[in-house]
């Protein structure tokens, strides 16, 4: 009962404080940068001249498309992305892209909050639906990030994580290379200029440890190097699958499967443990994914030889 009208305490101060940093900070609207009511967020005469985003758009980026019988831009046609897929708001007209400069090097960032507004309730539902467990902003690099002061997309990815109850990683992803801005280059030039700019921070381990226990830091950051070499032979381990599949080879197909999921990775895990202990319990899904990975090709190469 204390505890409950403690949280109902603490949850009214928030509140007051909010207003007090309304009246103070009043809200803004950012497209036009004026003073506008909180329940409004974007002014009544600025909301009839955006342009919103609507259907049909790309199913890969999210660009408004002309054609309704198509389901790419011309772009995604004939490119190929490093992303699933992509959700756009606003189309990137003067207005809206005024908004985003005064955002990104203004420091507008009371812009956020409406951004998130606006985008949760468009794409929320969407969101929710994917059952995402994490939102990772893109990092800037340090040097970029002292002389601007913030990272705009982290604060708009902390802003929707409250909207939606996910929780947002700002420290997961790390930008080592201080990269030209993408806006500068040619579509080949932004490609290679991010190569090799990100590396995951060993904050990936927070994921599991909540408790933010420092030996279990430590057994993970060492352990997930290890788990993760097994990635390149299941990679390998499902083209096989999917080639025995789709070549009406189902047996070769299943005891792969089998092996991979049941029968190896138990006895796997028994005997590697009682030789190295903790390196071998992360070992034995990477022996394991290798050893399927040398049958497979055995079953590959038996399969050859009988055509
Ligand atoms: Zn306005
Ligand atoms: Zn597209």
């Known amino acids: 009962m204390i505890r409950k009208n403690f949280i109902k305490c603490l949850k009214g101060l928030r509140r007051i404080d909010e207003k007090i940093l309304d009246l103070l900070y009043p809200p803004r609207c950012p497209i036009c940068d004026k003073v506008t009511l909180p329940e409004d967020r974007i002014c009544p005469e600025c909301r009839k001249k955006i342009h919103i985003v609507s259907e049909p758009v790309c199913m890969r ?30 189309v990137y007209g003067k207005l809206e892209k005024a908004s985003i400069y005064r955002f990104k090097y203004q420091n507008k960032r009371e812009y956020a909050k409406i951004y998130a507004s606006e985008l949760t309730q468009r794409y929320g539902t969407w969101i929710r639906n994917r059952k995402i467990q994490a939102i990772i902003p893109i990092p800037l690099h340090k040097s970029r990030k ?23 990683y700002a420290n997961l992803l790390v930008r080592v290379r201080d990269t030209k801005p993408q806006k500068t280059l040619d579509e080949a030039e932004r490609k290679n200029n991010l190569k090799r700019a990100f590396k995951m921070s060993e904050n990936i381990v927070q994921l599991f440890n909540s408790e933010n226990n420092l030996q279990m830091q430590s057994i993970a950051v060492y352990g997930l190097k290890l788990y993760f070499t097994a990635t390149l032979f ?74």
């Open 234 to 307: 299941t990679g390998m381990n499902i083209v096989f699958c999917i080639f025995f599949t789709s070549t009406e080879n189902v047996i070769p197909a299943h005891v792969l499967s089998l092996l991979k999921g049941l029968i190896l990775i138990i006895p796997m895990a028994y005997l590697l443990s009682a030789l190295w202990g903790i390196t071998g319990v992360w070992l034995c899904y990477a022996v394991t994914e290798c050893t399927v990975t040398i049958l497979a090709i055995a079953f590959y190469i038996k399969k050859c030889t009988q055509i």
């Open 146 to 168: 002292k002389k601007r002061g913030y990272n705009q997309a982290e604060i708009l990815a902390k802003e929707m994580g409250k909207i939606l109850g996910i929780p947002v």
């Open 61 to 90: 980026c999210g660009k408004p498309l002309s054609n309704q019988r198509k389901e790419y831009c011309f772009d995604c046609e004939s490119r190929s992305y490093n992303f699933t897929q992509g959700k756009a708001l606003w």
